[in-house]
């Protein structure tokens, strides 16, 4: 049913924005609210009252005088309620709790050995329990749960592939749900990354970014004038399975020469395990010693991360690429290789406008951007979207 302008929705219209308004900006008055929203006094007072009953805002004391009487402060109750925010990998569960401001509060790592959707949503239950367990006393409690999957997610939350878990068609959401009592939001981790960085990290004041996810495989967040770009069926963003390499290495996807395998955690550690190196970690641990061996091979990943960044370039001329997941603790020793690649691949005009940074989050873009899909679906019964 299509929405008309009656007086709810105009009222609804009017306290979306004097929430948001709140939440950006406080410690404001209600004359600072109504001068800023261009709002009558009465309708921002009216709807103050309303948000405080709510209890999402709350007066703090009196300000400074312009003049006549201190006014009253209006502050945002950011601890009104709390949200969940699960990264799963493929090796690991990462999951927060998180403030209504996206603001870490608890956290807690699971190591995962083996794919099993049952045995994966079971530690995925037992982490959200022990963080909600956690959590402070508050109006709302838990608000919701956000997952971010390495995988192509339907609108539905049913994750229809996620090649590097061996899950096809998971109806996760539903799943979750049922086991935790309270509403589930489910997106592909790279989105979730891009959210992330656009809500809290180095995204904040860009406009059109592509977020990459550089962990075990390699997915894309594609933001265009702030907004997540998903695709007519919401599976945009599975770049790390382009082909670079006409008949290059099987992949789990079933092609061969995807992007992934050259560029990912997996495909420098296909390469570590020939040294001896088992682990990321020790990987990491040898090139701080300055390991020739393992200095190389983060040159190599480095260069062929280039290669696709070129192509991310040429394509979408975006302002701005994050690179985020596990790839950024390697930073220091793959960003030349990257930037050489990029130069010598991309067209110059295109590459005079991009920046090519790493995820201001670390590994925690993904976790904070499922968080803020629970924390925006927790708003959405009040809000319009303007």
Same mark, same amino acid.
């Given at each position: 049913m299509q929405t008309t302008g009656d007086q709810h929705l105009v009222k609804k219209i009017n306290k979306t924005i004097v929430l948001d308004t709140i939440i950006k900006h406080?410690?404001?008055?209600?004359?600072?609210?109504?001068?800023?929203?261009?709002l009558h006094k009465g309708t921002v007072s009216t709807l103050v009252n309303e948000l405080i009953d709510e209890k999402l805002v709350y007066e703090i004391g009196?300000?400074?005088?312009?003049?006549?009487?201190?006014?009253?402060?209006l502050v945002f109750h950011k601890t009104a309620g709390y949200a969940v925010g699960v990264d799963l990998g493929v090796r690991y569960i990462l999951a927060v709790l998180t403030d209504l401001e996206g603001?870490?509060?608890?956290?807690?790592?699971?190591?995962?050995?083996?794919?099993?959707?049952?045995?994966?949503?079971?530690?995925?239950?037992?982490?959200?329990?022990?963080?909600?367990?956690?959590?402070?006393?508050?109006?709302?409690?838990?608000?919701?749960?956000?997952?971010? /999957?390495?995988?192509i997610v339907d609108d539905n939350g049913i994750v229809l592939l996620a090649p590097n878990l061996g899950w096809e068609n998971v109806e996760l959401q539903?799943?979750?749900?049922?086991?935790?009592?309270?509403? /589930?939001?489910?997106?592909?981790?790279?989105?979730?990354?891009a959210l992330g960085e656009l809500q809290y990290g180095a995204a904040r004041e860009a406009s059109d970014i592509v977020y990459l996810s550089v962990g075990t495989g390699i997915g894309a967040g594609i933001v265009i004038g702030r907004q997540l770009m998903k695709g007519s069926g919401g599976f945009s963003g599975e770049i790390g399975h382009t082909t670079i390499e006409t008949n290059g290495k099987k992949c789990r996807c079933g092609n061969k020469g995807c992007w992934e395998q050259y560029a990912s955690e997996s495909s420098v550690m296909e390469k570590a395990r020939t040294l001896g190196i088992g682990k990321f970690d020790e990987l990491i641990a040898l090139a701080r010693r300055e390991s020739p061996e393992a200095v190389r091979l983060f040159h190599e990943?480095?260069?062929?991360?280039?290669?696709?960044?070129?192509?991310?370039?040429?394509?979408?001329?975006?302002?701005?690429?994050?690179?985020?997941?596990q790839m950024t603790r390697a930073e220091q020793w793959i960003r030349n290789?990257?930037?050489?690649?990029?130069?010598?691949?991309?067209?110059?005009?295109?590459?005079?406008?991009?920046?090519?940074?790493?995820a201001s989050l670390d590994t925690h873009s993904a976790v904070l951007g499922a968080a803020h899909h629970a924390i925006s679906a927790f708003f959405s019964k009040d809000r319009v979207t303007l």
């Open positions: 406080s410690p404001l008055s209600r004359a600072q609210l109504s001068d800023m929203t261009g009196l300000g400074r005088s312009s003049g006549g009487r201190k006014p009253v402060m603001r870490i509060v608890g956290e807690l790592q699971l190591d995962l050995e083996g794919g099993e959707p049952e045995g994966v949503l079971k530690l995925v239950e037992e982490a959200v329990h022990s963080l909600k367990a956690g959590a402070p006393p508050s109006p709302y409690g838990i608000v919701g749960a956000g997952i971010g /999957v390495a995988g539903r799943l979750l749900q049922e086991k935790l009592g309270f509403p /589930v939001a489910i997106d592909n981790e790279a989105n979730a990354g990943v480095g260069e062929s991360l280039g290669i696709g960044i070129a192509n991310i370039v040429n394509t979408f001329n975006p302002e701005l690429i994050l690179i985020g997941n290789p990257i930037e050489r690649a990029v130069a010598h691949r991309s067209l110059p005009y295109s590459r005079q406008q991009a920046q090519i940074r790493f």
